[in-house]
């Protein structure tokens, strides 16, 4: 079992179920990894957009949308995305420190639902282990982090912050490719996370392995499922 915040830390990585088995009494250790998430997301991502120059944000943006507009459109969204650009270090700052938590906690309701008829604990419980189980964004993070200070210049291409993306790993659609939003938004770190969660849930609430990698995944497979069935 773990003994302190600090080999939780690495037992998040290296054995999960130890430290998970330590959790259910010391739901207060969350404190720490939740800081470290959204202080290093934050600072990470700002540091990403800070150094691009704004006509190269603009330009990364309409690659995005381009292909959907009509040449008018193109330019009034040019125009609107040019007055916009050099903010996009605060959008991006701003969407982290108020997106994960909001994130975190429809994370842990969804655990509470489906982990309290095992075992019935707080939620304040469950929002721990939502914590816990999304520490594989911090070595995504830290993986940016990397690609900034290796890169020859801060002008990188938006979409080098989702680096870990099934698109970019796998397939390399491009914006225009029919599948290129859902597969650009399926990073693998996801999947590290369900195998934590179900870990979590396991340790938790006694459900066999299959059970709850199965209820870890459902999320994952009804949002990517549905999306899948609308192209």
């Known amino acids: 079992m773990s003994k302190s915040i600090a080999q939780g830390l690495i037992d998040i990585y290296v054995a999960p179920k130890s430290l998970f088995d330590t959790l259910q009494d010391k739901k207060g250790w969350s404190i720490v990894p939740f800081l470290l998430l959204l202080i290093t997301s934050a600072v990470v991502m700002y540091i ?15 690659l995005a949308v381009a292909h959907t507009l009509t040449p008018a459109e193109i330019e009034n969204t040019r125009a609107v995305m040019g007055q916009m650009a050099d903010k996009s270090k605060y959008f991006a700052l ?74 970019q790993l796998v397939f390399n659609f491009s914006p225009q490719d029919t599948w290129f939003s859902l597969t650009e938004n399926f990073n693998l770190t996801y999947l590290w ?5 179900a870990v979590g849930l396991k340790s938790w609430s006694g459900y066999s392995t299959s059970k709850a990698v199965l209820l870890a995944a459902l999320p994952l497979i009804v949002i990517f499922g549905i999306w899948a069935l609308f192209i």
């Open 193 to 197: 996370s369900i195998g934590l969660a």
């Open 94 to 167: 701003g969407g982290i420190v108020i997106g994960l938590p909001i994130m975190l906690a429809i994370q842990a309701a969804y655990i509470m639902l489906v982990g309290n008829s095992g075992h019935k604990r707080p939620y304040g419980s469950w929002f721990a282990m939502s914590v816990w189980v999304s520490m594989p964004s911090l070595i995504n993070m830290l993986g940016l982090l990397v690609l900034i200070m290796l890169s020859s210049t801060p002008d990188m291409p938006i979409n080098s912050a989702n680096y870990l993306s099934l698109n």
């Open 48 to 62: 990403f957009f800070a150094g691009m120059s704004p006509s190269w944000i603009v330009e990364q943006q309409m």
